[in-house]
């Protein structure tokens, strides 16, 4: 099965997962699971907008970072840039944080609230270089402009 073809299987078992939950840490641990089972990635969470930080949500893979700054590595670049960061090597991200020397390419979504703030955002990361693209990308903002109806619209 191509990539194409899993993420429209994956938006309709999201959408399905998650119709009607308002229990945010559930939705975000079950759509963690499910993108992570689909996808066959290496980590996959969510990290919650926590004043000028971000902190570890729920999650699929390896121990990871607890703490990450505004604007520091790739997740709090996404969220300064309000926009999608994809990073084909890692190692060639300025001020990349290793939470595992396993992680090679990385793409994070951030995840907005009615209010059109960042509230947390989708960080996965693959063991192999050049894992993402705008497949990946198109596919994962309409998986997290579904959670976010779900659990932050209000």
């Known amino acids: 099965m191509e990539k194409k073809e ?10 399905s997962l998650i119709a009607g939950e308002t229990n945010k840490v559930g939705v975000l641990a079950n759509v963690s699971a499910a993108i992570h089972e689909a996808m066959v990635f290496f980590w996959t969470g969510f990290y919650l907008v926590n004043d000028d930080e971000l902190i570890l949500g729920p999650f699929q893979g390896s121990v990871a970072c607890y703490h ?24 060639e991200f300025p001020g990349h944080i290793a939470c595992s020397s396993l992680s090679r390419s990385e ?16 960080d996965i ?30």
């Open 6 to 15: 899993k993420y429209e299987l994956l938006l309709q078992q999201v959408e």
């Open 68 to 91: 990450i700054p505004y604007n520091k590595g790739v997740c709090g670049t996404a969220w300064a840039r309000r926009q999608t960061v994809v990073v084909p090597d890692v190692e």
């Open 107 to 122: 793409i994070v979504v951030p995840v907005f609230n009615a209010s059109n703030e960042v509230v947390a955002v989708l």
């Open 125 to 154: 990361d693959s063991k192999e270089l050049a894992t993402f693209d705008e497949v990946d990308q198109y596919y994962l903002e309409r998986i997290v402009q579904i959670v976010a109806l779900s659990v932050y619209s209000e």
